[in-house]
């Protein structure tokens, strides 16, 4: 099992920035990917962003250029730094980690609310 546990978000103003944070514990195995997704009442949950182990990352066409992953692989942590932000980037955000391991699942934190107020 592993527990992940976020940290961050609240409420700003368009234009302005957030951090958010996830530390993770429990069975962690590497390699593994750690990122976060975003879901907004009436839609799915969509991917935000992700990073690998080795650094390689991922982005959501809608964030790149103004939010940025990044991850401390000795404390099993992921950050993302959100800035210029806008209405459109409102939800609840959700960290997640899955290991390289064939068959092995998905993890999700509990979600932390977003809002960006025009």
């Known amino acids: 099992q592993v527990q992940l546990v976020e940290a961050g978000g609240g409420s700003v103003q368009a234009g302005g920035s957030l951090g958010l944070s996830c530390a993770a514990s429990?069975?962690?195995?590497?390699?593994?990917?750690m990122g976060w997704y975003r879901q907004t009442p009436g839609k799915q949950r969509e991917l935000v962003a992700t990073i690998f182990s080795g650094g390689i990352t991922n982005y959501a066409d809608s964030v790149k250029g103004r939010f940025t992953i990044s991850r401390d692989n000795a404390k099993n942590t992921v950050s993302l730094q959100m800035d210029s932000l806008k209405p459109d980037d409102t939800g609840v955000y959700y960290c997640?980690?899955?290991?390289?391991?064939?068959?092995?699942?998905?993890?999700w934190g509990q979600g932390t609310q977003v809002t960006v107020s025009s």
């Open positions: 997640y980690y899955r290991s390289v391991m064939i068959g092995a699942r998905e993890y």
């Open positions: 429990g069975s962690i195995f590497k390699p593994n990917t």
